[in-house]
Structures are given as structure tokens and as C-alpha cells.
T-cell receptor, first 109, second 114 residues
Framework: DAKTTQPTSMDCAEGRAANLPCNHS???????VYWYRQIHSQGPQYIIH???NNETNEMASLIITEDRKSSTLILPHATLRDTAVYYCSWGGPQGNLIFGKGTKLSVKP | DTGVSQNPRHKITKRGQNVTFRCDPISEHNRLYWYRQTLGQGPEFLTYFQNEAQLEKSRLLSDRFSAERPKGSFSTLEIQRTEQGDSAMYLC????????????FGPGTRLTVL
């Protein structure tokens, strides 16, 4: 089944870096990796995306392995408001996004 | 606020009734996607439009489901003869036609079928 694999849950101390891994071993060579997060009862919020190179924006950094089979989202200084479900996804044949079950990140004081 | 709006935000209906949801995408986005999300799962693709043309339907979209996007602007998703298994969050997303597939999601419509 062509989906992503992520840990079910992770904890992180406030102010520390949160590193969220994702396995996407079936991704094809020209598909981007996208990360979204979802706070309860809201729509997914876009965080970052990348193809081959590592990427950084104001929210997070994305590290993609050379073989592109896995990636890691890094929240450099997690805050309580970063508590959410984090999804890595990649593009399907029609441009739709393919999501797994996500990682529930809990940031604790 | 991503600029994608959905109405209603919540809908409670009885089994067998028809329901219709609306999505207003970001105005310059010509691609529009519908997803369904059940508890504990990530969003699952249902269908998508490029302008007014519906180009793909997932196998999840049974014959009771129909979607339209007249004039390539807003879109509607109708479910006929609702079943309890239709209870879910229905999400709409839009993106520009070119470039990376960065999609912007609306807040979703939560459907509860009693």
C-alpha cells in the first residue's frame, strides 16, 4: 500500500527541538514530500515541502535522505502551540496528497 | 485562515437523508480537491477538479456521492441516502495549477449521520 509510515506518538519538552521521522519508501523520483499538521477539529495546515534538498522556512526544517525513502521534520524550538498531529505526505498520480495516520506530537512544559 | 472556506462546518442528519456541502477555494486556484477523514486516520482522497472538469474519482466515491464545480469556482459535494458509515470530516483543498503540489485546506465539514 503506497502510504507513509510514521510513529503513532511522540513527546517533546517545550523549547527543545522536535524531530519527527517519516518513511515513504515507495515515493517516486519526481514526487515532492509534504508535511502538514492538524490541530483538533481543524483542517490540515501546510508546513513545508521538499524534493531532494533539505529545506527550511519560518516554521520548520525538512531533511530528506539521499535515497528519498525517508525524511525528518524538525521544529527547532517546540512550543505548547505545536501540539498537533503531524502528517507527512506525498503527491499521488492526480496531484492528490497521500496521507498516513500521522504522529501525535505532545509538547510538554 | 488559509483562504479556503467550507460550509456548513457541522451537519447532523438522519440516515437516508441527502446532504450537500460547499467549498469556496482561493480564487486564483484552478485545482480543487475533496478528501474524507475519519477518526484517527489521515485524509483520504475522494475527487478533484481542474477548473470545472472533474478529472479523477477515488474508489471511495460511491454512486451516492456526486461533486460539481460549476464555472470553475466553488464546488459542492452531495451525498444521497446517507449511511452511518458516511460520518466523517469532509475536507476541501485548493492549489494553483502549476508548480509544487502545495495544497491549502479549508476547515472541513463534520458530518454526523444518526
Amino acid at each position: 500500500d503506497a502510504k507513509t509510515t510514521q510513529p503513532t506518538s511522540m513527546d517533546c519538552a517545550e523549547g527543545r527541538a522536535a524531530n519527527l521521522p517519516c518513511n515513504h519508501s515507495t515515493i517516486s523520483g519526481n514526487e515532492y514530500v509534504y508535511w502538514y499538521r492538524q490541530i483538533h477539529s481543524q483542517g490540515p495546515q501546510y508546513i513545508i515541502h521538499g524534493l531532494k534538498n533539505n529545506e527550511t522556512n519560518e516554521m520548520a526544517s525538512l531533511i530528506i535522505t539521499e535515497d528519498r525513502k525517508s525524511s525528518t521534520l524538525i521544529l527547532p524550538h517546540a512550543t505548547l502551540r505545536d501540539t498537533a498531529v503531524y502528517y507527512c505526505s506525498w503527491g499521488g498520480p492526480q496531484g492528490n496528497l497521500i496521507f498516513g495516520k500521522g504522529t501525535k506530537l505532545s509538547v510538554k512544559p | 485562515d488559509t483562504g479556503v472556506s467550507q460550509n456548513p462546518r457541522h451537519k447532523i442528519t438522519k440516515r437516508g437523508q441527502n446532504v450537500t456541502f460547499r467549498c469556496d477555494p482561493i480564487s486564483e486556484h484552478n485545482r480543487l480537491y475533496w478528501y474524507r477523514q475519519t477518526l484517527g486516520q489521515g485524509p483520504e482522497f475522494l475527487t478533484y477538479f481542474q477548473n470545472e472538469a472533474q478529472l479523477e474519482k477515488s474508489r471511495l466515491l460511491s454512486d451516492r456521492f456526486s461533486a460539481e464545480r460549476p464555472k470553475g469556482s466553488f464546488s459542492t459535494l452531495e451525498i444521497q441516502r446517507t449511511e452511518q458509515g458516511d460520518s466523517a470530516m469532509y475536507l476541501c483543498a485548493s492549489r494553483p495549477g502549476q508548480g509544487a503540489n502545495e495544497q491549502f485546506f479549508g476547515p472541513g465539514t463534520r458530518l454526523t449521520v444518526l
